[in-house]
Structures are given as C-alpha cells and as structure tokens.
C-alpha cells in the first residue's frame, strides 16, 4: 500500500480552468469535521494528550526562563504567541488523520513521514513563516511596552501584575497589545488554517 506521504504532488497535476471547481463550505461541514476529530481521537486517545502535555511543559517552562531573566513583559506575549507555532506541533495530528482516512497504520514513526515527502519544503517554509510571525509579535509587544512604562522594570513579579491592572499605562498595555495581538492571531489563522493541512495532503 502506498504512503499518503509518497503520493504525488500538486505540480504533477495538470488541471484547467474548467476542472476547478469551488466548493462553499456551510455549517454542516464544520460540525462534521469536529465529528471525525473526535473518531481520530477515539482511535488513538493517548496522542493528543502527550501533544499537548509536551506543548504546555514547554510554555511553562520558557516562562519560568523568562522570568528568571527578569523579561516579565514578555511573559504573556511569549505564551499567547505560542498559539502561532500550534499549527505547527499539530502537522503531527493531521498526518495521523490522513493516515487513518487512507486505512493505513497509525504509529509515531510513520507520523512524521512526511519529512521524506515532496511536501516537507512547503511544510518548511510555512513554519519558518509561523516562527518569523512569532518574534515579530514579540517585539511588537516589547516595542508597545516600552513606549508605556519605559525603562523601569518592575523588580517582581507581583508589582509587574499591580502596575498592569491598577495603573493608566497599565490599562493602556492591555488594549494596545490584545488589539496588536489581534491582528497577528488574525493573520496566522489566515496563514494556517487551511495551508498546513492542504500541504501535507
């Protein structure tokens, strides 16, 4: 049987104009999607949880990083961010889905086969994308901080949290940075949403 990740690529297709058909998707299909998430969930229920385990440690751990380095600014938009590179842990899930919908075997080695196919180049590049989006937000976020508080880094964390919430510039930072951050989640949902999965497919 033949890999889904050994399947031809898109440049080997020749369609035209006529072929190309736009399909509308409707509520329904949404609901259906989330109906078969679930039965690949159901199939193999320990992998998303390890996913997740593994992405969260992570976020806590360069937290605590971030903190010790005395950067408790970028605590939030480091972990907010994180959303950005979502995408990209889950190309895991979505190769799972393919591999199943195909009837072929589901296991951790064959997740990733998609590192030897024609698809790992764009896979590649739009994850370098996601990463440049990703520090982008970063400093926009130290640009946006700075412009409010300045040089003055609060010495803990506690006067950090009480200069955010109970101060102008603190009230200030929360608008500008949730309407910024907007924007970036904006574009990476546009980016992603539908590029990782029609990639890999």
């Known amino acids: 049987m033949i890999d889904i990740t050994e399947q031809a690529s898109f440049a080997e297709h020749r369609l035209t104009a006529d072929q190309i058909k736009i399909r509308k998707i409707s509520v329904h299909d949404l609901w259906q999607s989330l109906h078969e998430g679930y039965d690949?969930?159901?199939?193999?229920p320990s992998h998303?949880?390890?996913?997740?385990?593994?992405?969260?440690?992570?976020?806590?751990?360069?937290?605590?990083?971030?903190?010790?380095?005395?950067l408790r600014y970028q605590v939030f938009p480091m972990v907010a961010g994180f959303n950005f590179?979502?995408?990209?842990?889950?190309i895991v899930l979505f190769e799972m889905s393919r591999r199943r919908e195909h009837g072929l075997?589901?296991?951790?080695?064959?997740?990733f086969g998609f590192v030897h196919s024609s698809s790992f180049a764009p896979i590649l590049a739009l994850s370098i994308v996601m990463m440049l989006l990703y520090v982008a937000w970063?400093?926009?976020?130290?640009?946006?901080?700075?412009?409010?508080?300045?040089?003055?880094?609060?010495?803990?964390?506690?006067?950090?949290?009480r200069e955010v919430?109970?101060?102008r510039r603190g009230g200030a930072l929360i608008i500008y940075g949730n309407l910024v951050g907007f924007l970036f989640a904006f574009t990476a949902?546009?980016?992603?949403?539908?590029?990782?999965?029609?990639?890999?497919?």
């Open 189 to 201: 949902l546009s980016l992603s949403v539908v590029a990782f999965p029609l990639i890999l497919h």
């Open 48 to 70: 998303i949880p390890f996913l997740i385990l593994m992405y969260t440690s992570f976020a806590v751990l360069w937290s605590l990083y971030i903190v010790g380095q005395e």
């Open 138 to 161: 970063l400093y926009m976020a130290e640009l946006i901080y700075f412009g409010l508080f300045g040089d003055n880094t609060p010495a803990s964390m506690s006067e950090f949290i």
């Open 40 to 44: 690949d969930f159901r199939v193999k």
């Open 105 to 111: 075997e589901l296991r951790w080695g064959a997740a």
């Open 165 to 167: 919430f109970t101060t």
């Open 85 to 90: 590179l979502g995408p990209v842990v889950l």
